[in-house]
């Protein structure tokens, strides 16, 4: 309760920020940057607070919506200005609650943001996850349709620890996959995250899906990547999210 009232003010207060994780394509000899995940963070008394901890709380008040909107505005138009400054084909990634697809005019707000900011539709990504899915099917599928149809681009997020039903892969209009971290955590050492590593990539590439692989950390994972055809990642061996000005020095290349 003391979190939820604390919340209500963070945005006011100007306590929400977003940080900026690179994504990048491993065909060539060097990977390449070629888009960046905003994840959204509070500082609150001084410390972040996980968004883990505190999603949940503005999911239940509804404040996500609010909040929501401000992260794709900050995101698009923060991802706008790289673009101009450089980085032509930048893609901007979201991550989205399941309240915020539910809402029947989504699709609509999502292409005033986009229109605003001015960065195409095919340069942003909408991360959601098999249990977002999973709530209120038909609105979703609806809202999602939408979506795709105006060119945007949809992502299955954290793939593999939901309930994974294969019928979503064919129900909704998706574009990505992105292979959960826990799974990239084990492999390649593990024969078990291996192989489930290995099948969602084959599963994704059979669907003409592209595959995003969550959480590299290491050289090792990033080889058995290359291996299985894996054509983008994204961890802490490329970088941790980063302040915009971060990701700045590493688009310059000073980082
Ligand atoms: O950075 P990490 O600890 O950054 O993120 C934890 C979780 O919070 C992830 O599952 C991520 O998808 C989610 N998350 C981060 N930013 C946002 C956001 O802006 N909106 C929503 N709905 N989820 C987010
Ligand atoms: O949206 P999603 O649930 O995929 O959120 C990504 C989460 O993964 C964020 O919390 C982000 O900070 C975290 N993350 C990003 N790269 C790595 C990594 O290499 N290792 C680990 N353990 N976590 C990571
Ligand atoms: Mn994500
Ligand atoms: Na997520």
Redesign the pocket.
């Known amino acids: 309760l003391e979190l939820q009232s604390a919340l209500a003010q963070a945005s006011a207060r100007g306590e929400l920020r977003l940080v900026y ?1 690179p994504i990048c394509q491993l065909d060539g000899n060097q990977p390449q940057l070629i888009g960046v995940e905003a ?1 959204l963070r509070w500082q609150h008394q001084g410390r972040d607070i996980s968004p883990l901890e505190f999603i949940p709380c503005l999911e239940e008040s509804g404040e996500i919506l609010a909040v929501g909107d401000w992260v794709l505005q900050q995101a698009c138009s923060q991802v706008r200005s790289w673009q101009l400054n450089g980085q032509p084909q930048l893609r901007c990634s979201v ?1 989205l609650s399941s309240r915020q697809l539910q809402q029947s005019d989504f699709a609509a707000r999502v292409a005033d943001i986009l229109r605003h900011s001015g960065l195409p539709p095919s340069s942003l990504v909408l ?1 959601i996850t098999e249990s977002q899915l999973m709530a209120d099917s038909a609105q979703n599928l609806a809202c999602l349709r939408e979506l795709a149809s105006l060119g945007i681009q949809l992502a299955l ?2 793939f593999g620890t939901g309930y994974s039903s294969l019928g979503y892969l064919k129900r909704f209009p998706l574009h990505i996959i ?1 292979v959960d ?1 826990s799974f990239i955590a084990g492999a390649p050492q593990d024969g078990e995250s291996l192989a489930i590593s290995r099948a969602i990539i084959g599963l994704g590439h059979s669907l003409g899906l592209a595959v995003v692989a ?4 290491k050289q090792a994972q990033l080889d058995f990547l290359g291996g299985e055809g894996c054509h983008y990642a ?4 490329f970088s941790r ?1 980063r302040a915009p000005h971060e990701l700045q020095r590493l688009l310059n290349g000073e980082d």
């Open positions: 994780q994840l991550n991360e997020d954290d992105k971290k969550e959480g590299v950390e994204q961890g802490y061996w999210p």
